[in-house]
């Protein structure tokens, strides 16, 4: 069952699309044709899917981001490439994968180096949790993904302890990787880049249901 995202107050000036502005009870009812569903969480610029969408028009695709001033590239870009598959809108990921989607509906989650809050009394607004894992697993269909990448070693050994914590048999497989992208190796985002410039150690990991 969905549920409705409760409206926020904004300035006057703002230029904001948010999910609620849309209208719709749930994911599925942005597209106008039923077709596989990707979900980006933490898009940014939307480098990602934009390049992915235009690779697979067979499926759609939304991104959210709570940061409008880097998801607004991503989103102006669709619109002027009259993408009809892709969606880029501001929300709050744990609200639309609770109220907006039903379980075993969605094919591919990716959530690619999410904010790692390192200081201890940050930790506590980590996306990463346990419970949120289990919630993950829920919505994807059979045989769905879950595409994880860091570039914190730290944030790696939380996911790896989340993952343990929420229960192993939750996953049939289990893939991980080192400075290799799994899936579209030759697609990368907007922070991918910049950190494989700056040399950084990157870590991999793709959960399949």
């Known amino acids: 069952m969905s549920t409705p995202i409760r409206p926020r107050r904004r300035r006057p000036e703002s230029t904001e699309v948010r999910i609620e502005d849309t209208g719709a009870a749930t994911v599925f009812d942005l597209f106008s044709t039923p077709a596989p569903f990707e979900f980006e969480i933490g898009s940014g610029k939307g480098r990602f899917l934009l390049e992915r969408a235009a690779r697979h028009p067979e499926r759609n695709f939304l991104g959210i981001d709570y940061a409008w001033r880097f998801l607004r590239e991503g989103y102006t870009r669709a619109h002027q490439r009259g993408m009809t598959n892709l969606h880029f809108l501001k929300a709050e990921a744990s609200e639309v994968v609770t109220g907006m989607m039903h379980d075993e509906s969605v094919d591919i989650f990716h959530v690619y180096f999410p904010d790692p809050w390192p200081k201890r009394q940050q930790r506590k607004r980590r996306l990463l949790t346990p419970a949120f894992f289990r919630l993950l697993q829920r919505r994807l269909k059979p045989g769905g993904r879950l595409e994880l990448a860091t570039d914190n070693f730290e944030y790696l050994i939380a996911f790896k302890a989340a ?8 996953w049939s497989g289990v893939r991980e990787s ?8 030759d697609i990368v985002t907007h922070f991918e880049a910049k950190y494989r410039r700056q040399g950084r150690a990157l870590y991999y990991i793709e959960l399949t249901r």
């Open 178 to 185: 080192h400075n290799q992208r799994i899936l579209d190796p």
């Open 163 to 170: 993952l343990v914590e929420a229960g192993d048999t939750l």
